[in-house]
């Protein structure tokens, strides 16, 4: 992990912890950007067409695969 020395809007990452359920601003920071990075990802999935599937979610994805038979 890297450390950066930057200026953060405070009350919008008192706003934005409070959303998240953090409790420090390195927390804060590292939520938002990997909400960020997935929020991207699925964005970018939807225009091709692809299947979301979030990497907490077990199997392909493949709602079929969820059935029991």
Known sequence: MSIALIDID????????A???T???EETVN???RQMV???RR???LRVGAPVV?????GSGDPR???EP
């Open 19 to 21: 959303v998240l359920g």
């Open 38 to 40: 997935e929020r991207a």
């Open 65 to 67: 695969e969820e059935r």
């Open 23 to 25: 409790s420090t601003p």
């Open 31 to 33: 939520a938002a950007l």
């Open 43 to 45: 964005m970018s999935a």
């Open 54 to 58: 979030s990497p907490d979610t077990p």
């Open 10 to 17: 405070d009350e919008a990452l008192t706003r934005a912890a």
